[in-house]
Structure formats: C-alpha cells, structure tokens
C-alpha cells in the first residue's frame, strides 16, 4: 500500500479554502501523482505543520472533559473514546457501559480532540490504557455531502488519524480507529472479496472515487505501518434499530434504489469485534470487520419484504448510469470484502444473511413525532 504522511495530508487541509474546492482536488492529485512520480509534493517539516494546525485553534477555550459513564473512571484502566456522540461512537459507547468497561467519551464540545496539544493533554491527564477513534466526518444525509464539505472532510478523515497517531505514539498509546471499505469497488480480480493486503481500488490514486473515499484511502495511508493501532474497517452498517443512519431503514425510505452487491457490517457486532480485538490483544493491523459474505440491494429488499411486509413497492434504477444521473453527485463505493482475517483470529461475525434476518425479526420501527 501506498504510504501519506501526516504532515502532507496535514498541508493539504491548510491549503484547502471550501471556496475554491476545485482547487483540492488538484492539491489531491498533485500529492499522489507526486508520489506516483517518486516526488514529494507536500515535504513540509513536521513542527511547521503541526504549529499551524496548532495555532488555528489555540485561542478556543479549553473546556471541560466528562465521563458519559456516570462513575469515574481509575487512572490508569480507562478507554478514551472519541467520538461517541457519533452512530458508531455511541454504539461502543453502549458495548463498553454494558461490559463494565471504564470508559471516557469524549466529543469535541467538551475537548477539541482535533488539537494537537488538547489531546496530548487529554492522554496526559487520563493515561488510558486504550483509545478508540470513531470520529470522522460523513456527509449527511449522504456521501454527496461530502462533495460540498471537503475540508471538513479531509480533516475528519485523514488529518485527524493521522494526528492521532503521532499523539498516540509519542504517549505510547495502544489505539484503534474506525476506516471504512468504502475505498474498494467491485470485487478482486479473482472474483473474490478485498483483503486487507489489496491496495484500495477507489481512491484519489485510482481517480475514480468519491471525495469521502478518497479522504477514507488517505487517512488509511496516514496510518501505515503505524505500531500498536488497529484499523478496523466497516460497511453500511445497519441493525435493528429504525433510524435515517440505519442501512435497512434507508432501503425502506429511499423512493428508488441502486442494485449493487455488498459486504455490510451489523452495528452491534462491529463494535464488539472490534473491542475483542483489543481484549484478546490480537496482532496489530487491518481488519474488514464486515459480515460473512455479501448480498445484493435486491436480496435485501426480499428479506425486507419477507419480514415486515411493508406496504411500500421497492423500485429500482435501471442502471448505474441512470442513478448517477439522475439522483447522485458522485460515484458511490459497492464491494465485497473478505473478512477470513478477522475470522482467523477466532472472533466471530455471523453469515450476513442472518444478521439482517435477526435485525429484521426485532424490528423497533422509530417512534414518529
Ligand atoms: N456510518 C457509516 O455508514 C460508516 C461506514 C463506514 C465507516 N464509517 C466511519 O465511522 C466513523 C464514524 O462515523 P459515524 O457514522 O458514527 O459518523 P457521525 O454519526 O457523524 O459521528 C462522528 C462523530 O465524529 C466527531 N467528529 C470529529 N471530527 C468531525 C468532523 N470534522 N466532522 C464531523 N464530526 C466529527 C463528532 O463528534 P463530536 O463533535 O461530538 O466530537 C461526530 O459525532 C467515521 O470515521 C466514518 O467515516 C462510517
């Protein structure tokens, strides 16, 4: 895999101005054509970098942390969680406070965890045993968001990981960080699913991705050969749990659907891989923690129909062609992943189809008003 350091993805998010996004697109493709050519088009000092980033948010106040686990966590046996506000965050939340586990939630309300300095002095004064990252920036209501969002984009995605790294390794830090596999497309060339050792086929480097997969393979680069860091790496997640971020409620609300095959990941047992990668101390490294298998859109509106017989008719796209066409603004990542490493380790994730089936069967429709 292709190696970006921080201080470039870093320089690429000083230069970015939402004005001009156009222009960082180019800055993208001149950092990996720049690699490409066995150039380095961002070489910047560390220190220089990390003084801007610095300096453009040391005047906000430094807030207050809090513990969302209302005990206080010992000193030296707590999980610092960043991002737990967010849909995934808040489901590791929920896995740590049922376990038992001290924990730390942190959002950047209460500490700018996208600071340099604030979480160095975070870690300082908690001196976890573990931190977990589930921050990042998601377009909203989807990817195409990301379009109009690129420096937010780039920062969540790519310059943020790779700050944590370098903060969590000056600390000493064990840590692990949700990526996504949405910098694949298709399947392998064999015809099987990606594994951790194939480089990205959606990426700026393959210039034919969204900018949020671009970002996602970037901040995956930041990290390589990062010591003691997992990179856990989840799809379309989804559970039984109605609600706008939940996959199987998109399908249901969703007036036209795209037919495409996937490997999806249920919320719940993402999470708890992940957490068993740490408990079980696991080798350090890349894992595609999605189900076992793959399913297409269609096969997914069968189980849909077959379970909660909703009155709604699913229509579908013609084609890829006509979806982008006609209802999206940039290309969206469908792939199959083989998650046979994570399976090696003896962590368990459950046959995709009866992971939607059980999600299915304990239905909660979201309460209206
Ligand atoms: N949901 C998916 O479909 C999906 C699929 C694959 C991978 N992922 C990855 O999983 C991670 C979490 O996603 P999510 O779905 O939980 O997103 P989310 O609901 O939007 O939550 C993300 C959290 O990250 C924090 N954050 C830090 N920097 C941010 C920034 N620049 N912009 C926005 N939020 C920022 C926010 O928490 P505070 O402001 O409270 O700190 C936010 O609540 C992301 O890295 C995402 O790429 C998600």
């Avoid at 975070?122 to 998601?138: K, S």
């Avoid at 490493?341 to 994730?349: C, D, H, R, V």
Wanted: net charge neutral.
């Amino acid at each position: 895999m292709n190696r970006t350091s921080v201080t470039e993805v870093a320089r690429l998010w000083t230069v970015v101005d939402e004005a001009t996004s156009p222009g960082l697109i180019a800055s993208c493709w001149l950092l990996v054509d720049g690699k490409k050519n066995g150039a380095n088009a961002w070489a910047v000092p560390s220190k220089e970098i990390a003084t801007e980033i610095t300096e453009s948010t040391e005047d906000r106040p430094r807030q207050r942390a809090v513990s969302t686990n209302n005990q206080q966590p010992t000193t030296n046996n707590v999980i610092l969680l960043l991002g737990h506000t967010g849909y995934v965050g808040s489901a590791f939340a929920r896995l740590l406070e049922r376990g038992g586990h001290a924990y730390r939630g942190v959002s950047r309300r209460d500490v700018d965890y996208t600071d340099r300095a604030a979480l160095t002095r975070l870690i300082a004064e908690t001196r976890p045993t573990f931190l977990i990252n589930a921050a990042g920036y998601i377009g909203k209501p989807n990817v195409d968001a990301c379009e109009l969002h690129k420096a937010e984009c780039l920062a969540g995605n790519a310059v943020l990981p790779g700050m944590i790294r370098e903060v969590c390794e000056a600390a000493g830090l064990p840590w692990g960080h949700v990526s996504s596999g949405c910098i694949y497309t298709g399947r392998r060339a064999d015809g099987g699913g990606f594994t951790e050792t194939d480089p990205p086929n959606f990426s700026f480097r393959t210039d034919n991705c969204s900018f949020y997969s671009g970002c996602k393979a970037l901040g995956e680069e930041c990290l390589q050969g990062s010591e003691s860091t997992y990179l856990w790496r989840l799809r379309i997640p989804f559970n039984h749990e109605d609600s706008p971020r939940n996959y199987l409620s998109k399908l249901l609300r969703y007036q036209r659907l795209l037919d495409a095959e996937n490997s999806i990941s249920h919320l719940e047992e993402f999470v708890a891989a992940c957490f068993e990668c740490w408990q079980r101390r696991v080798p350090y490294g890349i894992y595609n923690v999605t189900n076992t298998g793959s399913v297409t859109t269609k096969q997914v509106t069968e189980l849909i129909k077959k379970h909660l017989e909703p009155a709604k008719q699913f229509e579908f796209f013609e084609s890829e062609a006509t979806f982008m066409q006609t209802a999206a603004k940039t290309p969206r990542s469908n792939c199959v992943m083989d998650n046979s490493k994570l399976l090696a380790t003896g962590i368990n994730m459950s046959p995709v189809e009866d992971a939607i089936a059980a999600s299915l069967k304990n239905w909660k429709k979201e309460a209206v008003g």
